[in-house]
C-alpha cells in the first residue's frame, strides 16, 4: 500500500520561500496523480497543486498561480512543492495525496478524487 510522508514545512517571511517533500513508499509514483492541498485553520481543505500520472499535466489553484511549482523526481520516489513569494495566507498544513484511478487522464484539485493521505506538514508565514 502507498505511503506518504510529507516534509518541508516551517515558519518564514514573507516573500520568502519553502520547498515542501512528498515521500512516497510501498509503490511508484508513476502510477498515480499527486496533489498537494491545504488546511488553515477554521478553514476547509483546499486544493493547492497537482501532477497527473505518468507527468502528462498539472494545474494550480489561482492563489498560488505563478508563485508555487509542482515537481517530481521519479528516481526518489518524491514530490515537491517549491513555493516561492509566500504570504501569511498561505499559512496552513499542508498535505499530499495520490490518486489510484488509472482512468483519470487529468489530475485534479478536489480531494474526494485522492485515496492515499500523508499527515501534513506545517508551513507559517509571519514576520
Known amino acids: 500500500q502507498l505511503q506518504l510522508v510529507e516534509s518541508g514545512g516551517g515558519l518564514v517571511q514573507p516573500g520568502g520561500s519553502l520547498r515542501l517533500s512528498c515521500a512516497a513508499s510501498?509503490?511508484?509514483?508513476?502510477?498515480?496523480?499527486i496533489g498537494w492541498f491545504r488546511q488553515a485553520p477554521g478553514k476547509e481543505r483546499e486544493g493547492v497543486s497537482c501532477?497527473?500520472?505518468?507527468?502528462?499535466?498539472?494545474d494550480y489553484a489561482e492563489s498560488v498561480k505563478g508563485r508555487f511549482t509542482i515537481s517530481r523526481d521519479n528516481v526518489k520516489n518524491t514530490v515537491y512543492l517549491q513555493m516561492n513569494s509566500l504570504k501569511p495566507e498561505d499559512t496552513a498544513v499542508y498535505f499530499c495525496?495520490?490518486?489510484?484511478?488509472?482512468?483519470?487522464?487529468?489530475?485534479?484539485?478536489?480531494?474526494?478524487?485522492?485515496?492515499?493521505w500523508g499527515q501534513g506538514t506545517q508551513v507559517t508565514v509571519s514576520s
Open positions: 495525496a495520490a490518486d489510484r484511478d488509472a482512468s483519470r487522464r487529468y489530475c485534479g484539485l478536489a480531494d474526494w478524487q485522492y485515496d492515499y
Open positions: 510501498g509503490s511508484s509514483v508513476d502510477y498515480y496523480s
Open positions: 501532477f497527473s500520472r505518468l507527468g502528462r499535466s498539472t
